[in-house]
């Protein structure tokens, strides 16, 4: 399965869920921990960029490499995010 199809198949399956426990779940079987805590940082870390908060006082403020607060930065800049 190509990457692309295999990123349509996973929000299929999340478009699916009808109940936010079975989400949840899916989600805590599939994912490390490590991966739990990371993804809710990354939305912290898009909301905080959305206010204008300077990257590097994100980082400090996150506990997150520099890179990481510039990766969304540039995500940001090309349009997405439009809901966090």
Known sequence: MKSADQLNYF????????????????????LTEKEIEEIPKRLSIVNMLKKNIPQHEVA???????????RASKELQKGRFKIS
């Open 11 to 30: 929000v299929d399956l999340l478009l699916g869920f009808r109940k936010k426990s079975d989400m949840k779940e899916f989600l805590l079987g599939i």
């Open 60 to 70: 400090l403020k996150l506990g997150v490499g520099v890179g990481t607060v510039t």
